[in-house]
């Protein structure tokens, strides 16, 4: 397959593992001719324009959270994938640098949860970003150790998923962020979903040798609501395949402020992250050079203007690495979670997984993240 476009995997026992292996081969490099690249609207035969409501956000609420007016985002669905939303970066110039510090500086505080506690003291945790400044600010080279923040893999937000058990659970939640609960709301219901409730979040961080493996989401107990996705820093390519495993993935990529929406047929088809790339030219401008541009904050703005000594940090730290943020509505509306007698509740301590840090085994059929912080890959399996 050395050569040969991934497009030529046919479906069939795993189908899904063989075009994750070939995206995530360095050497020699994938042919990424088959990607498709919802921001140059190629391939057009597979691309469609999604229908967006522009109605259900206005100008005012849209520009509060840094995006632009609804009408002029880029919306795509995916011929074959229906339910699927690609926006192709909606974020007004200058506004994603508040985006990235909060995924950077203050999603990682207490009481929010992160890979670095499952070995570490709460105490040795609490200021990830203070700790990391200095190490952040040295000029690269074999620095060693590595910072808290490069050491970091995935954050949760809200009702926090255990790794281990595949759940969430209504003791263990902490309050979701109200500007992420804003601009996941305000996304979805321009998607046709009002009422989304933010009340679960993932942030993965990945470095440029990370991957993530193939899973379906579908922890959350109730499906009829959209998972949510947003992606910052380096592009990646995003593998979306089917129901089932041997459905072969259409590959795509992943730039800074694209976000993506899965709905309807398209909420628990397997998907995965093969593969982290430097950001194209013209994407790189759009989050690392127009920092802290915002200067015309409305008085009612949910943003804030990142201080430069701040944006030094992100900057050098997303020259090698990805964010991405996924935002999940766990319970329906009057739905609660199951009873589970207490003796088979595992408790946070027993807690070890995760999908950042481990090599990628896609055999088995579960996702699970591991309490390393050092290895380079996120790991889930499912079904
Ligand atoms: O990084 C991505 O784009 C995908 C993340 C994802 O699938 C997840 O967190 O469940
Ligand atoms: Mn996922």
Same mark, same amino acid.
């Given at each position: 397959m050395a050569k040969m476009a991934a497009s030529m995997v046919e479906s069939g026992e795993d189908a899904f593992?063989?075009?994750?292996?070939?995206?995530?081969?360095?050497?020699?490099?994938?042919?990424?001719?088959?990607?498709?690249?919802?921001?140059?609207?190629?391939?057009?035969?597979?691309?469609?324009?999604?229908?967006?409501?522009?109605?259900?956000?206005?100008?005012?609420?849209?520009?509060?959270?840094?995006?632009?007016?609804?009408?002029?985002?880029?919306?795509?669905?995916?011929?074959?994938?229906?339910?699927?939303?690609?926006?192709?970066?909606?974020?007004?110039?200058?506004?994603?640098?508040?985006?990235?510090?909060?995924?950077?500086?203050?999603?990682?505080?207490?009481?929010?949860?992160?890979?670095?506690?499952? #070995?570490?003291?709460?105490?040795?945790?609490?200021?990830?970003?203070?700790?990391?400044?200095?190490?952040?600010?040295?000029?690269?080279?074999?620095?060693?150790?590595?910072?808290?923040?490069?050491?970091?893999?995935?954050?949760?937000?809200?009702? #926090?998923?255990?790794?281990?058990?595949?759940?969430y659970s209504s003791n263990h939640h902490t309050a979701f962020p109200a500007d992420l609960h804003s601009l996941s709301s305000k996304v979805t219901a321009a998607c046709g979903f009002p009422g989304f409730t933010a009340e679960a979040g993932i942030l993965n961080y990945y470095r440029s040798d990370s991957s993530l493996g193939i899973h379906v989401d579908e922890s959350e107990l109730d499906h009829s609501r959209p998972l949510l996705s947003f992606s910052f820093g380096q592009s990646a390519i995003f593998l979306l395949g089917g129901t089932h495993r041997q459905d072969a993935p259409t590959a795509m990529f992943m730039h800074s402020g694209d976000m993506m929406v899965m709905s309807g047929q398209s909420r628990l088809l397997y998907h995965a992250v093969p593969r982290i790339l430097p950001a194209p030219e013209g994407h790189t401008a759009s989050f690392l050079d127009l920092c802290c541009s915002v200067s015309h904050l409305q008085d009612s703005s949910v943003l804030e203007s990142v201080p430069e000594e701040d944006w030094k940090v992100c900057s050098r730290y997303l020259q090698s690495s990805r964010l991405n943020v996924t935002v999940r509505q766990v319970l329906g509306p009057g739905q609660s979670f199951p009873e589970i007698p207490t003796a088979h509740l595992k408790t946070d301590a027993g807690q070890t997984a995760g999908y950042h840090d481990e090599h990628v085994e896609q055999d088995s059929g579960k996702r699970k993240r591991s309490s390393s912080c050092d290895s380079a890959e996120l790991q889930t399996n499912h079904l």
């Amino acid at each position: 397959m050395a050569k040969m476009a991934a497009s030529m995997v046919e479906s069939g026992e795993d189908a899904f593992r063989k075009v994750f292996k070939f995206y995530k081969r360095r050497n020699p490099p994938p042919d990424f001719s088959d990607v498709v690249d919802f921001s140059r609207g190629l391939p057009s035969d597979k691309i469609v324009k999604a229908k967006l409501d522009p109605t259900a956000v206005s100008d005012v609420e849209a520009a509060r959270i840094g995006l632009q007016p609804v009408r002029d985002w880029r919306a795509f669905g995916l011929q074959g994938y229906p339910g699927f939303i690609f926006i192709s970066n909606p974020f007004l110039p200058g506004s994603q640098p508040f985006w990235i510090r909060q995924c950077l500086k203050t999603y990682p505080q207490k009481p929010n949860v992160c890979n670095l506690d499952m #070995h570490m003291s709460p105490s040795e945790t609490q200021d990830i970003w203070g700790q990391s400044v200095r190490g952040l600010s040295t000029p690269s080279g074999k620095r060693e150790p590595r910072t808290l923040l490069e050491r970091l893999r995935w954050v949760t937000l809200g009702y #926090h998923y255990n790794w281990d058990t595949k759940t969430y659970s209504s003791n263990h939640h902490t309050a979701f962020p109200a500007d992420l609960h804003s601009l996941s709301s305000k996304v979805t219901a321009a998607c046709g979903f009002p009422g989304f409730t933010a009340e679960a979040g993932i942030l993965n961080y990945y470095r440029s040798d990370s991957s993530l493996g193939i899973h379906v989401d579908e922890s959350e107990l109730d499906h009829s609501r959209p998972l949510l996705s947003f992606s910052f820093g380096q592009s990646a390519i995003f593998l979306l395949g089917g129901t089932h495993r041997q459905d072969a993935p259409t590959a795509m990529f992943m730039h800074s402020g694209d976000m993506m929406v899965m709905s309807g047929q398209s909420r628990l088809l397997y998907h995965a992250v093969p593969r982290i790339l430097p950001a194209p030219e013209g994407h790189t401008a759009s989050f690392l050079d127009l920092c802290c541009s915002v200067s015309h904050l409305q008085d009612s703005s949910v943003l804030e203007s990142v201080p430069e000594e701040d944006w030094k940090v992100c900057s050098r730290y997303l020259q090698s690495s990805r964010l991405n943020v996924t935002v999940r509505q766990v319970l329906g509306p009057g739905q609660s979670f199951p009873e589970i007698p207490t003796a088979h509740l595992k408790t946070d301590a027993g807690q070890t997984a995760g999908y950042h840090d481990e090599h990628v085994e896609q055999d088995s059929g579960k996702r699970k993240r591991s309490s390393s912080c050092d290895s380079a890959e996120l790991q889930t399996n499912h079904l």
